[in-house]
């Protein structure tokens, strides 16, 4: 049944058990990103030891409403991007939103996106792809930010 | 059951196809959009086949045929609603006819004396109420923002009724207008009209009807109802999607600026200025949607044919048995109205510990269409504290099977999010 390719052990685990959930300090860039047509929310904090692109993400804080796959990707997202440097995160976000808008054709690199492949399955269903996105947009702006590129 | 659904579903080809791995379509989504007829797919076909040309232009036989349809159906919608043919203008969709008025008001501010009556400025009242669809509230917002006039609200009740009990104070002399929907989209609740257009005859406020859930599924009579103002969309109510209706009362229109302004809307035409046409064209700029219109009147047709009541009778009968199903699964919770008492054919619900967005993936697997989110009414979820709902709308063509697999599928959410 499709269900299971979409729900996927690992999205199931950290939708009930979410990794570094909770608005913490500190940080240097917040943002709050919401899904208009759900009326799902996040807000994200970034905190960044560094400067520039070769600063390392300490830490990704956040606070979030909205259903499984939009909890378990913020989950999944704060594992592949704290202790790397902003420039590789931003490689896996970019790995990342190149397999959800591949219309299930893509072919995942498990070594760059760990747990993230298993969102594999969402990328056939274009209402849930923002839903997968959403925590990966905020987490991208309040880096932006963090780093003073934001206007 | 007065109907009989399944004889129906027969006029609708959409609702024989089948969805996700073979499975039966089971559409509860029609309050977002209905179904179409094979009577109204064929009378738009037979429009660009046989009389297709722009009406209210040229002297051709096509542009008089073009014409005659056009007018003709105008005609048609205004009996079914019990209104004349001048009162109809017609729409893109009940969105643009219910911003249609509120530009007609701010563009009051610069007409003759005969639009007085819609001026607002700084002191003046609008007043909306916490369920409305977000185009019976955002274009008001606007207005507001544009005149400096004051936006007031009715509450809402635990048990999803209009909050009427500081109606004299929210509905006063200062209130311009006042728009509310005339069935909730969300809530499924149908306010009482008669009450709220009494006490704005007293203090001389226009009263809006957002119609968009009513009048497709109640007998509706602009006649008796109280309303200055009444808006539709016809693809909610079987017709095609790209036409809407603002029905308003003649002498309210006569008086109306424009809003659009263009062609066909004109009476006479000079470099430095224009004089516009009397309504309902005056409202109608641009070639207009012909086929739409014609369309529509065929979706009308096919309504009357039923009966109004008859539609409105079979979808309280299914509201009631959903309510009943619904009410035997543990965990979901239904917001709104829990009787049929003054209540139409929408029932939202919350499922514990599953997010509506996963509710509706489970039931889209098993071939039931419902809708997920806000629902275009975000200030409900808010009142009642949940940040989205599971919704299910009904319409002639669904069964007490319909539901019966809606309930299933709920049943099936809890178990696939439970289990695991």
Redesign the interface.
Known sequence: ???EA??Q?VI?DHYRNPHNKGLREPYEGEAHHVNP?????VTLRVHLEGEGQDARVADVSYDA??????QASASVMTDLVIGRSVKEAMAVGDEFLALMQSRGQGEPDEDVLEDAVAFAGVSQ?PA?IK?ALLAWMAWKDATARALGEAS | MSLLPEEIKKDFPLLARTV??GRPLVYLDSGATSQKPTAVLEAEREFYERRNAAPHRGAHLLAEEATEAYESARATVASFIGGTPGEIVFTKNATEALNLVAYAMSNAATAGPEAERFRVGPGDEILVSEMEHHANLVPWQQLCRRTGATLRWFGLTDDGRLDLDDLDALLNERTKLVAVTHQSNVLGTVPPVERIAERARQVGALLVLDGAQSVPHQPVDVSRLGADFLVFSGHKMLGPTGIGVLWGRRELLEAMPPFLTGGSMIEVVRMEETTFAPPPQRFEAGVPMTAQAVGLAAACDYLTGIGMDRVHAHEEALVAYTLERLGEVPGVRVVGPRTTESRGGAVSFTVDDI????VG??LD?LGVAVR???HCA?PI?RRYGV??LTRATFYLYNTLADVDSLVDGVRKAQE??GR?
């Open positions: 049944m499709q269900l979409m729900y052990e199931l047509t759900c009326g799902d929310e409403l909205g259903c499984s796959i939009s269903y849930r839903c | 996700r791995g997010h509506p967005h996963d993936q489970v697997e997920v989110g806000h975000w979820c940040p989205a696939f999010f695991r």
